[in-house]
């Protein structure tokens, strides 16, 4: 019954290589989020997607690029990545009213080496 | 400027004892909403509590409640009765606006607590 669920738990690739993360959420909420966390445990938006507007940070790189096939699923797809591209991946979901309280999935690590 | 200050990069409590989490926030948006998140070692996010700039009470969640000091931009985590459970990285968070939007959460560097027996 995972509410916010991710694949692959962990993923170890080369520099240059392009690779996804999948993220699905059984909640019926109407927006997703992809943070990365880096190795000071430091946590940031990278975006945030309903169905009616994508927020992107923009501090994240073009090489990043999120894809919704519909509601419950925000995918994450890199390009040539790399080493600074290491940290961990969380998707995050949430009700699109109230509170706003986000739910995360249990994260992705990715190592690029 | 930082939006969320979270002072204490490191705790350790006695088991059983009260602990408080210092957050400080930084917004102009009357409208806004504080979170609290703990992640153990095992690495997932957990919502703890929320409070909004307009709630006229602290928030309150089993043995955790939010101390919210609006004019002194503060929201701080207390944990009742501490549990070696209670063990594990603790994040502020704030999203500005109403809620309903697609914003993203502004999260603060954590505070490491350490529950000793």
């Known amino acids: 019954d995972t509410a916010v669920s991710q694949t692959p738990k962990y993923l170890v690739t080369q520099m240059g290589n392009d690779k996804s993360i999948k993220c699905e959420q059984n909640?019926?909420?109407?927006?997703m989020y992809w943070y990365k966390q880096d190795s000071k445990k430091f946590l940031k938006i990278m975006f945030s997607?309903?169905?009616?507007?994508?927020?992107i940070n923009e501090t994240v790189p073009n090489r990043f690029s999120p894809k919704s096939p519909d509601k419950a699923h925000l995918n994450l797809h890199i390009n040539s990545l790399e080493l600074g591209d290491s940290a961990v991946y969380f998707c995050?979901?949430?009700?699109?009213?109230?509170?706003?309280?986000?739910?995360f999935g249990p994260g992705t690590r990715l190592t690029v080496t | 400027a930082q939006k969320i200050t979270q002072t204490q990069p490191g705790m350790f409590v006695q088991e059983k004892e009260a602990v408080t989490l210092d957050c400080t926030y930084d917004?102009?948006?009357?409208?806004?909403?504080l979170f609290w998140y703990k992640q153990p070692s095992s690495g997932e996010m957990i919502f703890l509590i929320y409070?909004?700039?307009?709630?006229?009470q602290n928030a309150t969640e089993g043995r955790y409640s939010l101390n919210f000091q609006k004019a002194r931009k503060s929201a701080n985590l207390v944990i009742s009765a501490s549990q070696l459970g209670d063990s594990a990285m603790y994040f502020c968070?704030?999203?500005?606006?109403?809620?309903?939007?697609?914003?993203?959460?502004?999260f603060g560097k954590g505070t490491h607590l350490i529950i000793q027996p």
């Open positions: 968070a704030m999203r500005e606006g109403e809620g309903g939007g697609a914003d993203g959460l502004t």
């Open positions: 917004t102009s948006d009357p409208s806004y909403g």
């Open positions: 909640l019926g909420h109407d927006t």
């Open positions: 997607y309903n169905n009616k507007e994508l927020i």
């Open positions: 409070q909004g700039s307009y709630d006229q």
């Open positions: 995050a979901s949430s009700r699109g009213q109230g509170a706003g309280e986000q739910y």
